[in-house]
C-alpha cells in the first residue's frame, strides 16, 4: 500500500512540474514578444538618441 502511495504521489508531482514548465515556456513566448516590439521600436528612433522604449525621462 505504501508503494502505491509513493507512486501516485510521484505521479502528482510530475504532473505539477510538467504543468509549472509548460506554463513557463507561455511566458517566454510572450516576454520573447514584448522584447522584439520594444527592439523593433527602438530601431526606429533617431540615430544619436540614446533613449530607450523602456525608459521615460
Not at 500500500?1 to 507512486?7: A, H, N, T, W, Y
Not at 501516485?8 to 506554463?23: C, D, E, K, S, W
Amino acid at each position: 500500500m505504501g508503494v502505491i502511495l509513493l507512486v501516485l504521489l510521484l505521479a502528482v508531482l510530475l504532473a505539477g512540474v510538467g504543468f509549472a514548465v509548460h506554463l513557463l515556456w507561455w511566458i517566454a513566448a510572450i516576454v520573447l514578444v514584448f522584447w522584439l516590439v520594444g527592439w523593433a521600436l527602438a530601431k526606429g528612433e533617431a540615430a544619436g538618441s540614446r533613449r530607450r522604449w523602456y525608459r521615460r525621462y
